[in-house]
Structures are given as structure tokens and as C-alpha cells.
């Protein structure tokens, strides 16, 4: 019985383990998200700013990386599918945010001054960047709490087979003593 209590106790660390390092995976997927598209939100404002091609190394760089983090989270997401519907609206107000960028670059890159002014004018990138926010902090919120309930979740497999081991070693030890009794009772 010491034994299974062990196992299962080892059993539910691990998966609540799993649990804390697969939840603090998103959390650094989620922030680097929120820096690559602000990078590249800098990148682009730095060109319509400027006109100057330099501005867009670190836009487009930006842009591969934020493909390559929203696979990531997928990834991490996907047999969650609460989270996994929440990073769905995160990716298309992304992609908006994206589309909103990319309709500026190219507005100033055709020449078009005041196009791209009225699109930067409004609040529709400010819109999209809270939006944004919102999606990656609701998310990072989740992960933190599912991490704080796996270590909740460690502590008291830990206690189980703490009490468990303890009472293994009370029946053993009450088995020992009788044990003696007995055989003082024969040698009698």
C-alpha cells in the first residue's frame, strides 16, 4: 500500500507539474506575442514617420515572428479549448492590427500622404493594440491561475503522501509492538 500511495501521489505531482510548466510556456508565448506586434507597430510608425526603408527590416521581422508565436500558442492550446477559443479572438484582432499596419506601409509607400494619415489619424490601430491587451492579459491571467492551482494541486498530493507514509509507518510500528507483546506473553 506504500507503494500505490507513492505512485499516485507521484502520479498527480507530475501531471500537476505538466500543468505549470505548459501554463508558464503560454505566459512566455503570450508576452513575446505582445512585444513582436509592438515592434512592429514601431517599425511601421518609424516609416510612415521617416519614409525611410530602414523602418521596415524590423516590421517585417516582426511580422515572421508573430506567425511563428501564434503556432507556438496553438500548439500550447490545443487540447484546451476555452483558452484555445479565446486565443482565436486574439489572433484575429491581431490580424487586424496586422491588415491596419500593412494598409499604412503601402499607403505611404504608394505616395498616398494624406491615405495613410487618416488611417494613422484614427482610432482604429489604438482600438485594435487595446483589443489586443485585453486577449493577452485575459490569457496570462488563466495561465497564472492554472499554475497557482497546480502547485495547489503538488502541495496536496505531497500532503497525501505525506499522511499516507505516516500512517503506513503508525500500523507498522503498532504491528511491531504487538508483535513483541506477543512473543513476551510466550516467553512467559
Not at 482604429?124 to 491587451?133: F, K, L, N, P, S
Amino acid at each position: 500500500s506504500l507503494i500505490g500511495i507513492n505512485e499516485l501521489g507521484f502520479q498527480r505531482s507530475r501531471a500537476a507539474l505538466s500543468g505549470i510548466t505548459q501554463s508558464a510556456h503560454a505566459r512566455v508565448a503570450l508576452n513575446l506575442l505582445m512585444q513582436q506586434v509592438l515592434s512592429a507597430e514601431t517599425g511601421s510608425r518609424g516609416f510612415l514617420l521617416t519614409g525611410e526603408a530602414r523602418y521596415l527590416k524590423p516590421y517585417d521581422q516582426s511580422l515572421a515572428a508573430i506567425g511563428q508565436t501564434m503556432d507556438e500558442l496553438r500548439d500550447i492550446y490545443q487540447d484546451d479549448p476555452v483558452s484555445r477559443a479565446a486565443l482565436s479572438e486574439l489572433d484575429q484582432e491581431v490580424q487586424r492590427k496586422l491588415a491596419e499596419m500593412a494598409l499604412s506601409v503601402r499607403l505611404r509607400q504608394e505616395g498616398k500622404d494624406d491615405a495613410w494619415k487618416f488611417v494613422v489619424m484614427s482610432d482604429i490601430g489604438m482600438e485594435h493594440m487595446d483589443a489586443i491587451r485585453r486577449s493577452v492579459n485575459a490569457l496570462v491571467t488563466t495561465a497564472s491561475d492554472r499554475m497557482e492551482a497546480s502547485g495547489e494541486q503538488v502541495q496536496r498530493s505531497l500532503l497525501l503522501a505525506r499522511l499516507g507514509i505516516a500512517a503506513v509507518a503508525i500500523v507498522a510500528l503498532l504491528s511491531f509492538y504487538l508483535y513483541q507483546r506477543q512473543t513476551r506473553a510466550l516467553n512467559a
